[in-house]
């Protein structure tokens, strides 16, 4: 079965920018979306499609699918940005997602 | 503005089935641009797709669960419904049904659901 690999955790200064990848077998192939979850909350998509925003997404968030691994960019990371982040992916009619990265801001 | 709302049963005992229900308001479950999916995450853990409909009854699901999940829509009532059997406490988990939208054979979920804790003991 696919296989996502995201880090554990990133850390972010306030005002700098975060990184958050997600690797994987050819994902540039694929359709990748990113989904944010703050605690005791439901997740919300943030990005689809590689690099698409959802109405109401700040232009803050962005993405980039390319060659094993797709990246979440924020910029001008927020103190409200800290969350754990999925990647999702499409794989055999399966849906399957990232472990799920921690992003905290400093 | 489409809203999704899970019930059923916080506790459920093992072998014995669990059975949830999404209601969807501010939108018609009938959309022809749409899927209706299941996600879960047990405590501290990361998300788990369990299966998806669309609404003419269309089903398809994650193999690891498939022999135990069954997934309906009533679209009279504008919901869709999840039975889980045999199950264990492996399945003690936040459910969440939500929307997946598709555009040229990519979909992504979107709306959420507030999600629903089921436990599983006897």
């Known amino acids: 079965s696919y296989e996502l690999t995201q880090p554990l955790s990133v850390s972010v200064a306030l005002g700098q920018t975060a990184r958050i990848t997600c690797g994987g077998n050819?994902?540039?192939?694929?359709?990748v979306h990113w989904y944010q979850q703050k605690p005791g909350q439901a997740p919300v998509l943030v990005i689809y499609r590689d690099s698409n925003r959802p109405s109401g997404i700040p232009e803050r968030f962005s993405g980039s699918n390319s060659g094993n691994t797709a990246t979440l960019t924020i910029s001008r990371a927020q103190a409200g940005d800290e969350a754990d982040y999925y990647c999702?992916?499409?794989?055999?009619?399966?849906?399957?997602f990232g472990g799920g990265t921690k992003l905290t801001v400093l | 503005q489409l809203q999704l709302q899970e019930s059923g049963p916080g506790l459920v005992k093992p072998s014995e089935t669990l059975s949830l229900t999404c209601t969807v308001s501010?939108?018609?479950?009938?959309?022809?641009?749409?899927?209706w999916g299941w996600i879960r995450q047990p405590p501290g853990k990361g998300l788990e797709w369990i299966g998806s409909i669309y609404y003419s009854g269309s089903t398809y699901y994650n193999p690891s669960l498939k022999s135990r999940v069954t997934i309906s829509v009533d679209t009279s009532k504008n919901q869709f419904s999840l039975k889980l059997s045999s199950v264990t406490a492996a399945d003690t988990a936040v459910y969440y049904c939500?929307?997946?939208?598709?555009?040229?054979?990519?979909?992504?979920?979107?709306?959420w659901g507030q999600g629903t804790l089921v436990t599983v003991s006897s």
């Open positions: 999702q992916v499409w794989d055999s009619s399966t849906a399957v």
């Open positions: 050819n994902i540039g192939s694929k359709n």
């Open positions: 939500a929307r997946e939208s598709y555009d040229n054979r990519v979909n992504w979920f979107d709306p």
């Open positions: 501010g939108g018609s479950i009938s959309s022809s641009s749409y899927y």
